[in-house]
């Protein structure tokens, strides 16, 4: 079957949206690092609509930091692909036209180097999850016994990280006389922003103190939250997806029909007349933290209880009544530690919330969600069980959703089946857990783990005991009691 590409477009079904621009018009404004299906289904459309509106500044440059997938599968296509939008038995498809091409960046450095320092480009966002900022969870300061940045912080002649490249362009375009970029993270991290900053005025100064005060002064790094459920692609999506075109796409995106993205309004240069879907804010912050603790938090539940439970889907964990009622009291006690704005209504919010997880044509895998939980549980659930301590206030749902976590590190779920721990810390805290013998023991153990769990929270006794408690009926009796049995207490 031939694939999708320029020269397919025209035999595409008639309901399919192609682009409406001239592609050989467009000038690449945008350099996207780390990408993958969330950006291909969020920002590249957002930057895909501002070029439909007519301004044809806002092409993107993609680069992908480790692994050559993505561009294999886009180069074919000429950089086109599907972004399929499913909402119960209503399906859209959109042909995205705005990614030019995609860098490898191992292979092509200095491709991506010249990418990032040309005077067309106005905006760098990324997608490189928190690993990608080579930051210290806890001191916030470089890790630098990591490799890579090792590596950077000798020389930035080819760098190999995110804030290596930055540092590098932004150091040919200060001796070019360019303006700085406008670097935005998309990443689902508290403050990322100011992270983002951090990590590239370390890497500066630690180079060229004087480059590090021009970056200081002259660039920017607005907060951002980003919101889109991208389920990953399976290759029956592929399979389904060509008979319906005629040809194979490879790099298709499935995703909802919400989106959201709100951006501190703090450019240093041009940026689009942004859309739909787009809110220009002075304050991120209240955004990001309801967007945190109530969608990425019942997420995170959801994932754990529901993996263990062996079931698969978000939309079929939510299809048992206790795991919905669940979810309810874990955002009755999650919503009492917000400061929403007043453009936020938290009980539209929590509807909308519900009826995009019960969206059952996404089949948003508890597996993918429960990946790098250790990078997820301390803005997720963490931060929100110490704002409801401080405030003298119960934790009993929050508590079962970080007992749920650690039982997953187990490695094997209530019916015997396997899972692969997929994290970062994995074997740190299998070895943390190795000696562990009773519940109690597994929950000091973790109380231990300060690169997770704040000391201040650690020393609580009220999380310990409601983690013992949860913990030893997840091991005894499974998910589904402690689900069945959490309402009995409540």
């Known amino acids: 079957m031939n694939r999708l590409s320029s020269g397919t477009l025209e035999t595409l079904p008639g309901d399919v949206i192609r682009p409406a621009y001239d592609r050989a018009a467009v000038r690449s404004g945008v350099v996207h690092l780390g990408i993958g299906a969330f950006h291909r289904a969020h920002q590249a459309v957002v930057f895909d609509d501002a070029l439909h509106a007519g301004d044809l500044r806002w092409g993107i440059v993609g680069a992908s ?8 599968q886009m180069a074919p296509q000429d950089g086109l692909y599907t972004l399929l939008v499913r909402d119960g038995g209503v399906e859209r498809r959109r042909i995205i036209g705005a990614v030019g091409k995609v860098i490898v960046a191992p292979e092509e450095p200095q491709a991506l180097l010249a990418a990032l320092a040309s005077p067309d480009t106005h905006i760098v966002t990324l997608t490189v999850t928190e690993k990608g900022y080579r930051l210290d969870p806890v001191t916030g300061t470089l890790i630098e016994d990591d490799p890579q940045l090792a590596a950077d912080l000798l020389s930035l002649e080819s760098p190999r990280t995110a804030p290596g490249f930055l540092v590098a362009a932004l150091g040919r375009r200060r001796a070019a006389g360019l303006a700085p970029f406008t670097a935005i993270s998309c990443d689902n991290l ?26 200081e002064a002259e660039g920017a790094f607005p907060e951002t939250m980003v919101d889109r459920i991208v389920p990953a692609t399976t290759e029956d999506d592929v399979a389904a997806l060509a008979e319906r075109l005629g040809v194979e796409d490879r790099a298709m995106v499935k995703t909802e029909p919400f989106i959201q993205w709100v951006i501190e309004d703090r450019f240093c240069g041009p940026r689009p007349d942004f859309g739909a879907g787009v809110q220009l804010t002075a304050a991120v912050a209240p955004w990001e933290e309801a967007k945190l603790r109530l969608l990425n938090g019942a997420h995170s539940a959801i994932a754990y209880l529901g993996g263990l439970a062996g079931i698969g889907h978000v939309h079929e964990v939510l299809a048992l009544p206790e795991a919905r009622l ?20 938290i009980a539209a919010y929590r509807r909308d919330l519900m009826a995009r997880f019960d969206n059952p044509t996404l089949r948003h895998s508890t597996r993918q969600i429960a990946m790098d939980g250790s990078q997820k549980l301390p803005q997720r659930l963490l931060a929100t069980i110490s704002a409801r301590l401080e405030a003298g206030q119960g934790i009993q749902a929050l508590s079962l959703a970080v007992a749920g976590w650690i039982r997953w590190q187990a490695g094997r779920d209530d019916r015997g089946g396997t899972h692969v721990v997929d994290d970062p810390l994995a074997p740190a805290l299998a070895t943390c857990l190795a000696e562990a013998r009773t519940t109690a023991q597994r929950v000091a153990a973790i109380m231990g783990f300060d690169v997770v769990i704040p000391s201040s929270l650690a020393a609580d006794d009220r999380f310990g005991a409601a983690l013992i408690h949860w913990l030893a009926i997840l091991e005894t009796q499974g998910a589904l009691a402690a689900l069945a049995r959490f309402h009995g207490e409540k």
């Open 65 to 72: 930091l480790r692994s050559p997938q993505v561009r294999d």
């Open 326 to 345: 669940f979810v309810e009291s874990l955002w009755d006690e999650a919503q009492t530690t917000l400061t929403p704005p007043p453009e936020l209504d």
């Open 190 to 215: 508290p403050h990322n922003g100011t992270r983002l900053r951090q990590a590239v005025l370390a890497l500066a100064h630690r180079h060229d103190p004087a480059l590090a005060a021009w970056i």
